[in-house]
């Protein structure tokens, strides 16, 4: 009996080794589509099947990861989230409500993320985005503030986090209190706290490259846009992307470290293409997203017993249904939509100034020929033709010159309407202009990914990545 117990005591003893003995991830990427739904996903896939010729997809790179799943979003005190509480959950761990910045919903007590968590660890530490970088999902993993419109506090916080690399638009109201008062431009502050401030990926090449803490913003002739870099539809190759801030943020945090890292990018931008119900815009970010994690997975192959990689989303946009009124798909003609609903309503805008607001319709028909492909290489119908017709004698005939609003954007009517024949004329289809409470996909990669599987709340991503970290 006693040779049996010592039997059942190695076995016991060589398993907790095991468990315990392996190595943890000491690189850990988190990448978060910011509006991205499974449906977003999907949608990009089959685009891109189509483009090809093919029915099916053509996978990206993080949804041929081994491991995945599916996530749950709602928040402490809604079913349907907003990006604060659900980015909180993500870096927490734990549910906020809605509009909160990492703040526990009852004590309102900061709650430490998993990026916080890191730094303390010695690990160093980045947060880049495609968006503000005091914006609601960035925010919440170096901030504690009561309201996500906070930017200037939040910007302090980033500041006082001492983390080691910040990316994205810049920062919106950098020198405005959030009681409307004048404040200290937040931009000298970094300076002063020993960041290097790098506008656009050649001046990081040629100024920030070899300093230790950055923040890498738009291009200055820009005008420093702190809403966003522009949509990979519309960017030009002298544009930011966010390709170039992942490879960045990885040059930085690997310099003269051996203790790892930590890195959050956010591919903001498909959440405002999703609140305007621009399908083309929206599948063009989420290949901006994979295209940034391909520098990652790189990484990854360089070092595959160190380093995970997660992808998932805050929550969906929209509620985009993929086919709508017919059983076919026809996603291949939004390959001729060559610029986002904004850019083309500043095409529209110029085309009335140049005019003098007297823009004929054959004019108009040139115009959206050449950037969404109408009448040229997509054919419309009667009724699809009267309601552009319509849209433009509103505006260029009758003077009614009003917005179609949508969360980030104000765009003209006219190529508001032009974006939704396209999107009919592709079978895709839309619930709201809103967040939803679908699921969001979860995926993953390396060490500790096998944890990633199934369903799952997404309060549960940042505790498995602690998990697979050791932190």
């Not at 994979?290 to 969906?316: C, G, M, Q, R, S």
């Not at 003209?412 to 809103?434: C, F, H, P």
Request: glycine letters at 8%.
């Amino acid at each position: 009996m006693n040779k049996l117990k010592n039997v059942f005591f190695l076995v016991f003893l060589s398993v907790t080794v095991l468990c315990y003995g392996q190595s943890k991830a000491k690189y850990i990427f988190l990448f978060i589509g910011d509006g991205m739904g499974v449906n977003q996903v999907n949608g990009t896939e089959l685009y891109l099947g189509e483009l090809q010729g093919k029915i099916g997809t053509v996978p990206l790179i993080f949804t041929q990861f081994p491991n995945g799943g599916f996530a749950t979003t709602f928040s402490a005190n809604s079913g349907i989230t907003d990006s604060s509480a659900a980015g909180t959950a993500l870096a927490t761990g734990h549910k906020t409500n809605n509009g909160t910045v990492s703040l526990d919903p009852v004590t309102k007590a900061p709650m430490p993320s998993v990026a916080s968590k890191a730094k303390a660890k010695g690990m160093k530490v980045g947060i880049t985005t495609s968006v503000s970088m005091n914006d609601a999902t960035p925010a919440v993993f170096y901030a504690h503030q009561k309201d996500r419109g906070m930017g200037y506090e939040i910007a302090l916080d980033a500041i006082q986090s001492h983390f080691d690399f910040f990316a994205g638009g810049g920062f919106f109201n950098p020198e405005k209190k959030s009681d409307g008062t004048k404040a200290e431009n937040i931009y000298p502050l970094f300076q002063k706290a020993g960041y290097s401030l790098a506008y656009g990926y050649a001046d990081y090449l040629k100024n920030a490259k070899n300093k230790n803490k950055v923040v890498l913003m738009n291009n200055k002739d820009q005008n420093n846009n702190p809403e966003a870099i522009p949509y990979r539809i519309d960017r030009t190759k002298d544009d930011l992307s966010l390709l170039q801030i992942t490879e960045s943020a990885i040059n930085t945090l690997t310099r003269n470290n051996n203790k790892g890292f930590f890195l959050m990018v956010e591919a903001g931008a498909i959440d405002h293409a999703c609140h305007a119900n621009d399908a083309a815009t929206a599948f063009n970010d989420v290949l901006d997203l994979n295209e940034a994690i391909k520098p990652a997975y790189e990484f990854y192959l360089k070092h595959p017993k160190e380093t995970l990689i997660v992808v998932t989303a805050d929550h969906e946009t929209g509620g985009i249904v993929l086919g709508s009124s017919h059983s076919g798909l026809n996603f291949k003609v939004l390959q001729y939509q060559k610029v986002s609903q904004p850019v083309l309503s500043n095409y529209i805008s110029t085309l009335r100034k140049e005019k003098n607001n007297k823009v004929s319709w054959d004019e108009i028909k040139d115009l959206l020929g050449k950037y969404m492909g109408l009448w040229k290489e997509v054919p419309i119908d009667k009724e699809q033709e009267q309601m552009i017709y319509q849209a433009y004698e509103n505006s260029f005939v009758k003077g009614d010159n009003s917005r179609e609003q949508s969360l980030y954007q104000s765009d003209d009517k006219l190529a508001a309407t032009a974006k939704r024949v396209l999107n009919q004329i592709a079978r895709v289809s839309w619930a709201s202009g809103n967040h939803s409470c679908g699921y969001v996909p979860v995926f993953a990669v390396g060490q500790g990914s096998y944890l990633f599987s199934g369903k799952m709340d997404n309060t549960d991503i940042p505790k498995k990545i602690c998990r697979a970290a050791g932190l």
